[in-house]
């Protein structure tokens, strides 16, 4: 059986401890819980006809003031990059987070998520700047954490990925 380390990174609050529980144990919380540092969890899944386990690195959020330390991203196989679409200024902090793992710790397979689809109507991302990471060959889902939508197939994608 294979293991892969993969992070989730991404601004606080976009809902990457959610969608991890979301994808984990099939439960979602409105409760809003700062995760200080790192937690880890697991799954198993089956990508073709091998058995994956992830082993899923929920890493605190960024902001102005703290930077994701990227000793935590060493010896990962890829990234979860999340943003939340409610909050435009987060793709921006996803950026800047991929292109600091990009520089520090090289390339390496990720998926963009842009979290909160149960709030479209109240998007604040637009679909310009996503047409254009798209078209600079990043791959950009829409998950939701409350609802569940998205959030087997970003994991299983990433996962997918990591195998081929």
Same mark, same amino acid.
């Given at each position: 059986m294979l293991q892969k380390? +993969?992070?989730? !990174?991404?601004?606080?609050? +976009?809902?990457?401890?959610? !969608?991890i529980r979301r994808f984990?144990?099939?439960?979602?919380?409105?409760a809003y819980l700062t995760t200080v540092g790192v937690k880890v969890?697991?799954?198993?899944l089956t990508v073709g006809a091998q058995y994956l386990t992830l082993i899923l690195w929920d890493i605190a959020g960024q902001d102005e003031v703290n930077a994701v330390r990227m000793s935590y991203v060493r010896g990962a196989a890829g990234y979860l990059l999340v943003a939340d679409g409610t909050r435009a200024e987060t793709l921006t902090v996803a950026r800047s987070i991929h292109a600091r793992v990009v520089a520090e710790v090289g390339l390496m397979p990720f998926l963009l998520l842009l979290n909160k689809a149960d709030l479209h109507e109240s998007w604040?991302?637009?679909s310009e700047p996503v047409a254009v990471l798209e078209e600079a060959g990043w791959v950009v889902l829409r998950t939701s954490a409350k609802t569940g939508e998205g959030v087997e197939e970003a994991f299983q994608g990433l996962a997918q990925r990591l195998v081929s």
């Open positions: 380390k +993969v992070c989730v !990174l991404g601004a606080f609050g +976009v809902g990457k401890t959610t !969608l984990v144990e099939s439960i979602f919380s409105e969890d697991k799954k198993t604040d991302i637009s």
